[in-house]
């Protein structure tokens, strides 16, 4: 009997023992598999963590400041072209002797145009996308003793297009147009002669058939007397032929009155051309002439040859190259005034041919 209790108490305790052992074992497992992120979640072990980790992004590269682009001075847009002068509509004449046209050219009536370059040099800065565009010469007018600004355009000419716009110096160039009415040639020889003074003349081939007489006392005189073509047409609307003609016939025209060959300066009737044809007039042999000081002399002034001398006196400058209209009563009357009044300002009056070289 003992031997059994004995027997039994040794089961019982084999069995806590192996109960209490599987409780203890049990309640270390639960207590890993609950252990929890400061999030409240399971924390990821093993495989499982690698796979659900994001790498995390690198930093952005800071970017340096921009430079500031240069600030672009402001493009010069001729918002002043009161100075080129204001020119009427172009008459295209039937009987081009009859002819009165205008555009600052000739006789109030014509534009004409002369380019000075002989100190300044342009390299062109824009390439020339349509050479057969249309320009009309103008100017901006600045304070008294400053020479004017000229347009955009004479940034495209390149070294095969010779042109005068302006001079250089205490010299000033009268350039006196006639493509339109003549008028008082006595007394415009008259003033010239008086003050011993020479001018530069671009006379229509028209006018110097009708007073050839005109051209040759021009001439003996000491003036300088260029090409301002036959019949003193907008060479814009002429083929290439017919410009060639223009300038060639008046070549014959002048040799058979004076005896001489003409000079190599050309001024475009109105003051109108494109590039195409300032190069053809250049490979010609021409330096073509444009202005800085014009005026709006093909109608009456209202202050008389007051008007023409004030306009000149007011905006004489260095090499100022001055465009008047024969055809103007009231400039021929003012002439002598003017001659004075330039000298007194302390300028010259000089010929086309004292800017050297002609052109570029």
Known sequence: ?????????????????????????????????AQQTETGKPTPSGAEAIKDTKPT???????????????????????????????PPL?????????????????????????????????PRQPITNDRKDYSWYYMKQPKGKVPNFPNEINQYTDNMKALWVGTGKKVYLTIDTGGPMGDTELLIKSLKDNNAKANFFIAGYNVKKDPDFVRRLVEDGHLVANHTMTHTDMNLQTDEQVKK???DYEKLYKEVTGQEIQPYFRF???????????????MGYTSVFWSTAMKDWVPRANGADD?????MGNL????????????????????RIIKGIRKAGYELALLTDIQPPGR
């Open 1 to 33: 009997m003992k031997k059994r209790s004995r027997a039994g108490a040794a089961a019982l305790t084999i069995i806590l023992c192996g109960t209490l052992l599987a409780a203890c074992t049990g309640t270390s497992g639960s207590n890993e598999s």
């Open 57 to 87: 992004p690198a930093p952005e590269p800071v970017q340096a400041p921009m430079e500031p682009s240069p600030i672009q001075p402001p493009v010069e847009s001729p918002t002043a072209p009161v100075e080129a002068p204001a020119q």
């Open 91 to 123: 008459k295209q004449p039937s009987n081009p002797a009859a002819a009165i046209v205008g555009n600052g050219g000739d006789s109030g009536y014509g534009a004409s145009g002369s380019t000075t370059v002989a100190a300044n040099t342009y390299k």
């Open 246 to 248: 223009e300038i060639h």
């Open 269 to 283: 009737p109105y003051g109108r051309y494109n590039m195409h044809l300032l190069s053809m007039v250049s490979d």
């Open 308 to 312: 023409p001398y004030n306009d000149i």
């Open 317 to 336: 400058h260095d090499g100022n190259i001055v465009l008047i209209h024969q055809g103007s009563p009231e400039n021929i009357e003012a002439l002598d």
